[in-house]
């Protein structure tokens, strides 16, 4: 089906894309590609693995700085921001993209550039999207743009792995007072995410007696077996295609080497679990849950000697929300990405820094901080800047655009 932007705000765009500031601000940020990837190399090896992001946070705070934010600051999460003020009419907006990377520390040591490629770890995920937010600014203050809102530029932590986002919630949760998000993370500038996907992950300890593999067989119940037999049982799980909604048992622990001839005292299985409809999110945790205590009562009653019990430690908890897909910033994103030049494609859900704003009911999208990048999250991962400021003008425009309380 052909997605129709309301008609006043294609005539709004076409309005800001033909004014002289705006134009003024497009033509610095073509200008301003060759420092903004030279930004982008400096901060890469400046590594931030997530819950490590510090160094990285004190480099990013003095550069929001140099673009001249007021009030730059780090919260106690560690989330690094500061303000460029507008007029103050309505609600404040959020520029961000997350500070920390996947990788370990030792990782990012250098750069090496063959055939038009960048190679170095985190060299897009996420380090493009921070230099897209700085170089959003530095367009914003050459063409002497006021806008109506204020705007606060953010690099987060927490957003990898078992951060689970974490950075961008705990921010949401302290400032009631912000009113859109546009996210920026990965290259390219095709990509729209209006839809957050759920997300749970958590260990469950499964625990028993233990003792010899032969000597204590039939006086004890196994929490290996029961973990076993709980694997089984959520494998069979059957969940809906639409909202699409996913599950995998990742890891499984019990016991080493020394231990091999021994009944466990304890084992441990980590899984995963997602959906982009909270009501199928919580329907899956509940059978999950439900498949772990019949696992362990069949395993106690298998030998009728002693009771597994178990435990959960959660991890990431994520909920799962939606807007609109003709929502107001939605369909600004849409025909702001037209306009320059690109086809926009939509995202089916996703777990993006803008998944909480969405879940909370704030307005927000996620996009990209442009160029092409491949192997991404492994150390082959790589950066091609060819036409990169062309996203930075659609995260300028689209800033610019939504700033003015027109809606």
């Known amino acids: 089906m052909e997605y129709r932007v309301n008609p006043d705000i294609i005539k709004t ?39 490590q992001e510090e160094e990285r946070g004190k480099v990013f705070a003095e550069m929001l700085k140099a673009e ?35 990788f370990p520390m030792g990782s990012a040591v250098e750069i090496v550039e063959k055939d038009g490629r960048i190679y170095c770890p985190g060299i897009c995920d996420d380090t493009r999207g921070c230099v897209a937010v700085l170089a959003t600014i530095r367009a914003m203050n050459a063409a002497n743009i006021e806008t ?7 690099g987060t932590v927490e957003e990898e792995g078992m951060g689970g986002l974490g950075g961008m919630k705990k921010f949401m949760l302290d400032h009631p007072e912000v009113g859109g998000c546009i996210c ?44 076993a037999r709980a694997v089984a049982k959520i494998g069979d799980i059957e969940v809906p295609a639409e909202p699409r909604t996913t599950y995998a048992v990742s890891n499984f622990h019990a016991g080493n080497d020394a231990g091999i001839h021994a009944i466990v005292k304890d084992a441990t299985i980590k899984l ?57 910033i939605v369909q600004s994103v849409y025909q702001v990405i037209k306009e320059m030049g690109a086809e926009p494609i939509f995202g089916q859900g996703g777990s993006t820094n803008a998944s909480n704003p969405i879940a909370m009911g704030v307005p927000a999208v996620c996009i990209g901080g ?28 689209f800033a610019f655009r939504w700033s003015q309380r027109l809606d």
């Open 148 to 154: 109506d809102s204020d705007f606060l530029f953010m």
């Open 13 to 51: 765009l076409e309005i800001l894309k033909s004014n002289e500031q705006v134009q003024k601000g497009f033509d610095f940020i073509e200008a301003d590609d060759a420092n903004t990837l030279r930004q982008q190399k400096e901060l890469v090896l400046v590594e931030a693995p997530t819950f």
């Open 272 to 328: 995963n679990f997602r959906s982009n409809g909270q009501k199928e999110l919580e329907e899956l945790e509940a059978k999950i849950k439900k498949a772990i205590d019949d696992a362990c009562q069949e395993e106690t009653e298998r030998w009728g000697k002693d009771t597994i019990t178990y435990d959960y430690e959660d991890y990431v908890d994520v909920k799962a929300g939606t807007q609109d897909i003709k929502a107001p």
């Open 370 to 397: 442009g160029g092409q990048a491949g192997g991404v999250h492994t150390i082959d991962e790589w950066y091609d800047n060819t036409d990169a400021y062309k996203a930075v003008q659609v995260i300028y425009l």
């Open 184 to 227: 920026i993370d990965g290259s390219g500038m095709e990509y729209i995410t209006y839809e957050a996907t759920g997300i749970r992950t958590m260990a469950v300890n499964f625990h028993g007696i233990g003792g010899h593999a032969m000597g204590a067989f039939g006086h004890v119940a196994n929490p290996l077996h029961a973990a």
């Open 68 to 102: 001249g934010l007021t009030e730059v600051q780090t919260d106690r999460h560690g989330n690094v921001f500061g303000y460029r003020r507008g007029k103050g009419i309505g609600p404040i907006i959020v520029v961000e993209a997350h500070m920390d990377t996947v």
